[in-house]
């Protein structure tokens, strides 16, 4: 894909994942009374108290936390001149289309179907946004900036701004809403994490052989997948050991360690998940 296809397909990306997130605000979220953190749930809070329209609410944060993360952030917050432009789309965009889905019918009056469904389409919109090397500005912007002047990590900012959002929405809502909210926001962490690395887990295998070439050769030829040869050290005797690294599908485990104790039933052997795997023989960037 050429660099011109690419920035077009991650504008469509920016705002196919912009619009979910706002669907499912306008639909799950919102309706019942579900503030689970961000900006998203601030404007929730503001409309429940002070009756303003969440759009006007989102864009009267998010678009001065953008400049100020330009000001204040500089290159860090940008990056390159398209992610920048990439996330100020993202903070526009948003919560107009939050505005233009404003009269659409709540798909459930249910809060914690609310808040499991609402998480999901959440979590999905950002996922893609964020898989275009974008953002879509809001609290992530003002952790950024809280942590440089404070020294605290980019994570316990965001924890602490989406705390007290939660929090908030016990004081207004009750504590029960609260509750919701926070399964909404757990929801939305995990499924952000399954759209950026996939639901197609691999496996890693980790071996350690008195017999690493017949080892490694049997996988080779076996299993049909290649083989990376570490050095390592006994932690007891200090002395210098083969190590075989093999990255393999799910459904190749099994041939995998068979073919390890065939060879040697006292190999040492450990399978671990690999959330994202890039290169030959599977997905590509």
């Known amino acids: 894909m050429g660099p011109v296809s690419k920035t077009i397909v991650d504008f469509g990306h920016v705002l196919l994942g912009s619009a979910i997130v706002a669907i499912a605000f306008n639909i799950f979220l919102l309706p019942n ?44 917050l940008v990056g390159s001149i398209m ?14 289309v939050v505005l233009l889905t404003s009269h659409w019918e709540p798909a459930t009056s249910d809060p914690l179907l609310a808040a499991i469904f609402g998480g999901i389409g959440v979590g ?10 974008s953002s879509t500005g809001g609290t992530d912007l003002a952790a950024q900036i809280i942590g440089k002047y404070t020294g605290m990590s980019l994570g316990a900012c965001v924890f602490i701004m989406d705390g007290l959002v939660v929090a908030s929405s016990a004081f207004i ?54 083989v990376t040869k570490l050095v390592g050290y006994g932690g007891y005797t200090n002395h210098e050991r083969p190590v075989l690294m093999c990255v393999v599908g799910r459904n190749e485990v099994t041939k995998l360690t068979q073919v390890v104790q065939t060879i040697d039933p006292s190999a040492f052997v450990i399978v671990s998940n690999a959330s994202e795997v890039l290169g030959k023989g599977f997905k590509s960037k």
């Open 33 to 76: 009374q579900i503030a689970s953190g961000g900006v998203s749930g601030i404007s929730i809070l503001v409309r429940y108290t002070l009756g303003i329209e969440p759009a006007f609410t989102q864009w009267g944060l998010n678009v001065p936390l953008f400049f100020a993360g330009v000001l204040l952030l500089g290159g860090s």
């Open 83 to 96: 992610y920048g432009v990439k996330t100020f789309v993202g903070t526009l965009f948003l919560p107009l």
């Open 124 to 133: 999905l919109g950002l996922g893609i946004v964020f898989r275009s090397n």
């Open 173 to 226: 809502f009750g504590f029960e809403f609260a509750l919701y909210a926070l399964i909404g926001l757990f929801i939305t962490g995990k499924t952000i994490d399954l759209v950026q690395t996939g639901l197609g887990y691999s496996k890693m295998a980790i071996i350690i052989s008195d017999y690493e070439e017949e080892v490694k050769q049997g996988l080779l030829t076996k299993v049909d997948r290649g």
